[in-house]
């Protein structure tokens, strides 16, 4: 996908959707995986239930956001993109 997005103006969003995908489903997955990891991460002790809170409450927008592309104009560009995560827990 990210190959496809190198030299065009499409957004993951678009990526997604012109090779058949659902982008809903990317982020549904990508949450069950975040609420997943959290959850592990406050069974461990690394953090507490109340910041796995705060980061879940935000990460549907996040991912939305990334799939149209905002995260492209902060990091000035497609290199080092940080869609890679999300992109690997969803394929």
């Keep these: 996908l990210l190959q496809q997005m190198r030299g065009s103006d499409l957004t993951l969003r678009e990526v997604i959707t012109q090779n058949g995908g659902d982008p809903a489903a990317v ?3 990508a949450l069950t995986s975040a609420a997943d990891r959290t959850a592990e991460a406050v069974a461990n002790g690394q953090i507490t239930q109340e910041q796995a809170d705060q980061l879940l409450a935000r990460l549907e ?5 990334a799939l149209d592309g905002a ?3 902060q990091r000035g560009g497609r290199g080092g993109n940080p869609l890679g995560g999300l992109l690997r827990q969803n394929q």
């Design 61 to 65: 927008s996040a991912y939305n956001e």
């Design 71 to 73: 995260l492209r104009d």
């Design 27 to 29: 982020v549904a997955n």
